[in-house]
T-cell receptor, first 116, second 113 residues
Framework: DVKVTQSSRYLVKRTGEKVFLECVQDMDHENMFWYRQDPGLGLRLIYFSYDVKMKEKGDIPEGYSVSREKKERFSLILESASTNQTSMYLC???????????????FGAGSRLTVL | AQSVAQPEDQVNVAEGNPLTVKCTYSVSGNPYLFWYVQYPNRGLQFLLKYITGDNLVKGSYGFEAEFNKSQTSFHLKKPSALVSDSALYFCAVRVSGNTPLVFGKGTRLSVIA
């Protein structure tokens, strides 16, 4: 069974801390994404990556950065966590080949971050 | 810019009754449309997608969706709701190749026994 694994399901951090959220996929997917999910706001795209060492800003990149050193791993970094970054973070991946418009995203289980 | 709207934050339905979760889209071009479901404390799971062809698409768990180009809608339906269908449902759209999916805000479905 193909999987997207997010290493931390629940994290509690303090304001100003540096936070790393890790995501690993075992499907050899080229594309990886980080979304943030908040009640009433749905899913908002933070960053995405189409290849190793490549990154693209999504709709809400402020306060975040990412790292994609290996194809299977896509890390989201909060350089200095703030309370308004308390949220559910979802990682997803998809293949780039074929009819890319039709490709289905596979999601991880999510990482719920609380910043105090 | 492409977008989807889910006009209902919450839908309540009795078990055994048909259910509909609404989605409308706004795109320039031909849309590829998706439905995902999220159960409590889980990531999103793919339900079904419309690419082209037959306007009625069948997916997982007995769900189906109807693409209506004139009304720019892609409503999710199921003939007979189960309590286990209670979850958060997201509609999403993609127009250009290899671009990120754009999601709606989600609709919470509650099926009452």
């Amino acid at each position: 069974d193909v999987k997207v694994t997010q290493s931390s399901r629940y994290l509690v951090k303090r304001t100003g801390e540096k936070v790393f959220l890790e995501c690993v996929q075992d499907m050899d997917h080229e594309n990886m994404f980080w979304y943030r999910q908040d009640p009433g706001l749905g899913l908002r795209l933070i960053y995405f990556s189409y290849d190793v060492k490549m990154k693209e800003k999504g709709d809400i990149p402020e306060g975040y950065s990412v790292s994609r050193e290996k194809k299977e791993r896509f890390s989201l970094i909060l350089e200095s966590a703030s309370t308004n970054q308390t949220s559910m973070y979802l990682c997803a991946s998809t293949r780039r080949t074929g009819n890319s418009r039709a490709n289905v995203l596979t999601f991880g289980a999510g990482s719920r971050l609380t910043v105090l | 810019a492409q977008s989807v709207a889910q006009p209902e934050d919450q839908v309540n339905v009795a078990e055994g009754n048909p259910l509909t979760v609404k989605c409308t889209y706004s795109v320039s071009g031909n849309p590829y449309l998706f439905w995902y479901v999220q159960y409590p404390n889980r990531g999103l799971q793919f339900l079904l997608k419309y690419i082209t062809g037959d306007n009625l698409v069948k997916g997982s768990y007995g769900f189906e969706a109807e693409f209506n180009k004139s009304q720019t809608s892609f409503h999710l339906k199921k003939p007979s709701a189960l309590v286990s269908d209670s979850a958060l449902y997201f509609c999403a759209v993609r127009v250009s190749g290899n671009t990120p999916l754009v999601f709606g805000k989600g609709t919470r479905l509650s099926v009452i026994a």
